[in-house]
């Protein structure tokens, strides 16, 4: 076969596979590969094209620039061409760019003795979701369509007008009798996310990133479906225009941003090609801040006679570039999936893969989360998957490319024995309580039954007992862990606090000063806040605000320790699940043990105190019979026993003859409420909650206090971005001691939220909410108002 017959073959086979991923990408909106893989199969394409220029052919990928229009859309022809931007994936080719712009103006490159003229360039993010067309006839919103392929896009007129920030009507005047303007419809970060959530909920369809659920939520049928989306709009040019617009790229997009078309908040001008790679590696460092998703910085020559006098290739012009950003989805090959185990014994999924850069790093290892996410993605051993990392999140197996399976691809299983330890691996159980029955169904996770006998789980819990946000044991990172777990020092946390000077001497790395800095540090841990000594047990589903919940609200270990579960759920944000979880814990002999051994060897609590007046005499008679899960007695019932008996032990007690005393109870409820007292097990254990509430002093009996109140309390505050004169864990502790709530997330309910430099999705949401916003030094202010020392 001659060199010519082989491209021709591997120049068709690319055409078909690139024409597949254009119909799947455009048309279906369920891309197959990501970006970098297409962006490799066109490049190679473009180049064995330019060596065998006899076998161009119109219908080639190079020569147009997407899919088809859907049926169920009328079709739009574009009257000047939607084109699409030749690529830059390295500083070189930024250069190469430029450098060709200034030969086809007929400029000076400059030489050795001095640079050459700088061109003028319009700077801005290139945003990742789907090219539109707005047509405007005497201001009015007449039409909207998809880019299509370029020539011929879909009628999707009744969508856009639901996008909020489109307008229907261009503002002010002196807009042109027709103008067709050009933008990208995306879908915010935050939206998505939200939206995903409601997806979930409902039972619908999840989206894998914006840009798909941008191009989904744009192309519905229903133009209410896409009215509930949180879509927006932000141009990047024109098309036709009967009339004439300023004379550079940036005039004209701030003409269109004077007739209320919204662009681009970080459109700048820049001088020359070191300016473009400055601005480059600014938006780079942001990316993740920003509200969207972007994929790289497109640059535009300024002037619009030099664009027009330097013109078009078949596909792109040649005065615009997009310079991509290092691809954050790629392909490999999952080359086995193996099984570590965590401080709490869940037994997780890791895929290990074929090397592979992405995002600037090479990734060999992904997190598949749990076993449920491996039947979801369907994925075997030998696939080709695609990965994603997105800043320095753990990289993800996305989705599988299910044509390129193997035939001797393999299942994953789940190990029946601990890969550390070899003990039993089980699968966790989820009860879910009801009126009068538990429902029991299997959960997401497995876990090694093997406890702190489990290596693994041993060293992982002691890690996470020194860690940071619990006892903060200063210099005790991972590796001394695991020396003093292999070598038998510790075989508990207890265990770290009887270290004698010549067993951490002896140790690998450790001389006389990083020895005494050691014990040092253990020492002056031993005096943790009761909140930091509850975190750092490692209770299963209690992370750091739900044990400052336990601590703030019950006040001492000794409560903490003897809780009930129906006791803890009068708690805010503990259920009864996460509430059986503690109760759990603290019932274990071994974790008895554990805490009796840290009491003993000098561990010593602090801000320990009595029940918090919030929560003294906090349980009423009616909801403590509500609580009992009692079937057919709902709320109402309940207040109408309580009502007429007064007592727990008078309901208990109470026969037919009472029962049917009590106004509206039915027969079927009171033959519910006496069959389940009727159960001595059922009567006892009401009797024992009740007797812990009076112990504790939340009974309805008990006595009130008075509460003094703080001044935030109730409310609810964010914080985002950098704090660059306070840290944000300084900051968060000086509003929850003011009585305020620190949540991750935005929402209607937020009463403020302070924003740093860099702050982004999280502002961009308070802003769309009218929440109350501070910067850093307004918050300090607010801070000293409340008599905080700083």
Same mark, same amino acid.
């Given at each position: 076969?001659?060199?010519?017959?082989?491209?021709?073959?591997?120049?068709?086979?690319?055409?078909?596979?690139?024409?597949?991923?254009?119909?799947?990408?455009?048309?279906?909106?369920?891309?197959?590969?990501?970006?970098?893989?297409?962006?490799?199969?066109?490049?190679?394409?473009?180049?064995?094209?330019?060596?065998?220029?006899?076998?161009?052919?119109?219908?080639?990928?190079?020569?147009?620039?997407?899919?088809?229009?859907?049926?169920?859309?009328?079709?739009?022809?574009?009257?000047?061409?939607?084109?699409?931007?030749?690529?830059?994936?390295?500083?070189?080719?930024?250069?190469?760019?430029?450098?060709?712009?200034?030969?086809?103006?007929?400029?000076?490159?400059?030489?050795?003795?001095?640079?050459?003229?700088?061109?003028?360039?319009?700077?801005?993010?290139?945003?990742?979701?789907?090219?539109?067309?707005?047509?405007?006839?005497?201001?009015?919103?007449?039409?909207?369509?998809?880019?299509?392929?370029?020539?011929?896009?879909?009628?999707?007129?009744?969508?856009?007008?639901?996008?909020?920030?489109?307008?229907?009507?261009?503002?002010?005047?002196?807009?042109?009798?027709?103008?067709?303007?050009?933008?990208?419809?995306?879908?915010?970060?935050?939206?998505?996310?939200?939206?995903?959530?409601?997806?979930?909920?409902?039972?619908?369809?999840?989206?894998?990133?914006?840009?798909?659920?941008?191009?989904?939520?744009?192309?519905?049928?229903?133009?209410?479906?896409?009215?509930?989306?949180?879509?927006?709009?932000?141009?990047?040019?024109?098309?036709?225009?009967?009339?004439?617009?300023?004379?550079?790229?940036?005039?004209?997009?701030?003409?269109?941003?004077?007739?209320?078309?919204?662009?681009?908040?970080?459109?700048?001008?820049?001088?020359?090609?070191?300016?473009?790679?400055?601005?480059?590696?600014?938006?780079?460092?942001?990316?993740?801040?920003?509200?969207?998703?972007?994929?790289?910085?497109?640059?535009?020559?300024?002037?619009?006679?030099?664009?027009?006098?330097?013109?078009?290739?078949?596909?792109?012009?040649?005065?615009?570039?997009?310079?991509?950003?290092?691809?954050?989805?790629?392909?490999?090959?999952?080359?086995?999936?193996?099984?570590?185990?965590?401080?709490?014994?869940?037994?997780?999924?890791?895929?290990?893969?074929?090397?592979?850069?992405?995002?600037?790093?090479?990734?060999?290892?992904?997190?598949?989360?749990?076993?449920?996410?491996?039947?979801?993605?369907?994925?075997?051993?030998?696939?080709?998957?695609?990965?994603?990392? =997105?800043?320095?999140?753990?990289?993800?197996?996305? @989705? $599988? *490319? #299910?044509?390129?399976?193997? %035939? &001797?691809?393999?299942?994953?299983?789940?190990?029946?024995?601990?890969?550390?330890?070899?003990?039993?691996?089980?699968?966790?159980?989820?009860?879910?309580?009801?009126?009068?029955?538990?429902?029991?169904?299997?959960?997401?996770?497995?876990?090694?039954?093997?406890?702190?006998?489990?290596?693994?789980?041993?060293?992982?819990?002691?890690?996470?007992?020194?860690?940071?946000?619990?006892?903060?044991?200063?210099?005790?990172?991972?590796?001394?862990?695991?020396?003093?777990?292999?070598?038998?020092?510790?075989?508990?946390? =207890?265990?770290?606090?009887?270290?004698?000077?010549? @067993? $951490? *001497? #002896?140790?690998?790395?450790? %001389? &006389?000063?990083?020895?005494?800095?050691?014990?040092?540090?253990?020492?002056?841990?031993?005096?943790?806040?009761?909140?930091?000594?509850?975190?750092?047990?490692?209770?299963?589903?209690?992370?750091?605000?739900?044990?400052?919940?336990?601590?703030?609200?019950?006040?001492?270990?000794?409560?903490?320790?003897?809780?009930?579960?129906?006791?803890?759920?009068?708690?805010?944000?503990?259920?009864?699940?996460?509430?059986?979880?503690?109760?759990?814990?603290?019932?274990?002999?071994?974790?008895?043990?554990?805490?009796?051994?840290?009491?003993?060897?000098?561990?010593?609590?602090?801000?320990?105190?009595?029940?918090?007046?919030?929560?003294?005499?906090?349980?009423?008679?009616?909801?403590?019979?509500?609580?009992?899960?009692?079937?057919?007695?709902?709320?109402?019932?309940?207040?109408?026993?309580?009502?007429?008996?007064?007592?727990?032990?008078?309901?208990?007690?109470?026969?037919?003859?009472?029962?049917?005393?009590?106004?509206?109870?039915?027969?079927?409820?009171?033959?519910?409420?006496?069959?389940?007292?009727?159960?001595?097990?059922?009567?006892?254990?009401?009797?024992?909650?009740?007797?812990?509430?009076?112990?504790?002093?939340?009974?309805?009996?008990?006595?009130?206090?008075?509460?003094?109140?703080?001044?935030?309390?109730?409310?609810?505050?964010?914080?985002?971005?950098?704090?660059?004169?306070?840290?944000?864990?300084?900051?968060?502790?000086?509003?929850?001691?003011?009585?305020?709530?620190?949540?991750?997330?935005?929402?209607?309910?937020?009463?403020?939220?302070?924003?740093?430099?860099?702050?982004?999705?999280?502002?961009?949401?308070?802003?769309?909410?009218?929440?109350?916003?501070?910067?850093?030094?307004?918050?300090?202010?607010?801070?000293?108002?409340?008599?905080?020392?700083?």
């Amino acid at each position: 076969m001659t060199d010519a017959q082989t491209a021709a073959n591997r120049i068709h086979a690319l055409r078909a596979e690139l024409d597949a991923h254009n119909h799947r990408y455009y048309v279906l909106d369920e891309p197959s590969v990501p970006d970098a893989e297409y962006d490799r199969l066109f490049r190679e394409l473009q180049a064995l094209e330019a060596e065998h220029p006899e076998l161009v052919t119109p219908e080639s990928p190079t020569q147009r620039v997407g899919g088809e229009a859907l049926s169920e859309f009328g079709e739009v022809r574009h009257e000047v061409p939607m084109l699409s931007l030749g690529n830059a994936f390295e500083e070189e080719d930024l250069r190469a760019f430029d450098r060709s712009v200034q030969g086809g103006l007929g400029l000076s490159a400059g030489d050795l003795f001095g640079g050459g003229a700088e061109v003028e360039y319009s700077c801005e993010p290139k945003l990742d979701g789907l090219a539109v067309s707005l047509l405007y006839r005497n201001g009015q919103l007449v039409r909207g369509a998809t880019r299509g392929d370029g020539s011929t896009g879909e009628d999707i007129s009744s969508n856009v007008r639901t996008i909020r920030n489109v307008p229907l009507k261009l503002q002010g005047e002196g807009w042109p009798e027709l103008l067709e303007v050009r933008g990208e419809v995306y879908m915010p970060k935050a939206g998505f996310d939200e939206l995903n959530v409601r997806q979930a909920e409902s039972g619908g369809k999840t989206f894998a990133n914006p840009r798909n659920a941008a191009a989904g939520s744009l192309r519905q049928l229903d133009p209410k479906i896409t009215a509930s989306r949180p879509l927006e709009f932000c141009c990047y040019g024109v098309g036709q225009v009967s009339g004439e617009l300023p004379a550079t790229q940036v005039g004209m997009l701030q003409q269109l941003k004077a007739w209320g078309v919204p662009i681009s908040r970080e459109l700048k001008l820049a001088k020359g090609v070191e300016q473009c790679l400055a601005y480059y590696r600014d938006i780079g460092e942001r990316r993740m801040d920003l509200p969207y998703d972007i994929d790289g910085v497109v640059f535009k020559v300024n002037n619009i006679e030099d664009q027009q006098q330097l013109g078009f290739r078949a596909r792109t012009p040649h005065w615009a570039l997009a310079h991509k950003f290092p691809a954050q989805e790629e392909l490999t090959e999952l080359l086995d999936v193996e099984f570590q185990v965590g401080r709490t014994g869940a037994v997780t999924p890791v895929a290990r893969l074929k090397p592979v850069k992405v995002a600037g790093v090479t990734v060999a290892n992904a997190t598949l989360h749990n076993m449920d996410e491996v039947a979801r993605l369907g994925l075997m051993i030998g696939d080709t998957v695609i990965i994603r990392r =997105a800043g320095d999140v753990i990289p993800q197996v996305m @989705q $599988v *490319v #299910a044509e390129r399976r193997p %035939a &001797d691809a393999r299942p994953v299983h789940i190990p029946e024995q601990c890969p550390v330890c070899g003990s039993a691996v089980e699968r966790t159980q989820l009860v879910k309580r009801s009126k009068g029955k538990a429902t029991t169904s299997e959960g997401s996770v497995y876990r090694c039954v093997g406890r702190l006998a489990c290596a693994a789980q041993l060293k992982q819990a002691i890690i996470h007992f020194a860690s940071r946000r619990a006892l903060d044991i200063e210099g005790l990172g991972d590796k001394i862990v695991e020396q003093l777990v292999d070598t038998g020092l510790v075989a508990s946390p =207890a265990d770290l606090f009887t270290l004698a000077y010549d @067993q $951490v *001497v #002896a140790l690998e790395g450790f %001389a &006389d000063l990083s020895t005494r800095n050691l014990i040092n540090a253990i020492k002056d841990s031993s005096k943790p806040t009761l909140a930091r000594f509850i975190y750092a047990l490692g209770i299963p589903d209690v992370g750091e605000e739900t044990a400052k919940v336990l601590a703030r609200a019950l006040g001492s270990l000794a409560r903490i320790r003897k809780a009930l579960p129906e006791v803890l759920t009068y708690l805010p944000d503990v259920g009864l699940e996460v509430a059986s979880e503690i109760h759990n814990f603290f019932a274990d002999e071994h974790n008895q043990q554990v805490i009796e051994a840290l009491l003993a060897r000098g561990l010593s609590l602090q801000e320990e105190g009595d029940l918090n007046p919030e929560f003294a005499a906090c349980a009423t008679l009616p909801g403590f019979i509500d609580k009992l899960n009692i079937p057919f007695i709902a709320a109402t019932g309940a207040e109408k026993l309580a009502a007429k008996f007064g007592t727990l032990e008078g309901i208990i007690k109470a026969d037919w003859l009472d029962l049917r005393q009590v106004e509206r109870l039915n027969e079927k409820a009171a033959k519910s409420l006496r069959d389940f007292f009727d159960n001595p097990a059922n009567a006892q254990r009401a009797a024992l909650i009740e007797a812990q509430l009076r112990e504790f002093g939340m009974h309805w009996e008990s006595e009130k206090k008075t509460i003094e109140g703080l001044p935030l309390a109730g409310q609810t505050w964010v914080l985002t971005g950098t704090l660059e004169l306070m840290s944000r864990d300084v900051a968060k502790e000086k509003l929850e001691a003011l009585g305020a709530k620190v949540a991750g997330s935005v929402s209607a309910r937020t009463h403020c939220v302070v924003a740093g430099p860099g702050a982004g999705s999280k502002l961009a949401k308070a802003n769309e909410l009218g929440v109350r916003v501070l910067d850093e030094e307004a918050f300090l202010v607010e801070l000293k108002g409340l008599g905080v020392a700083l």
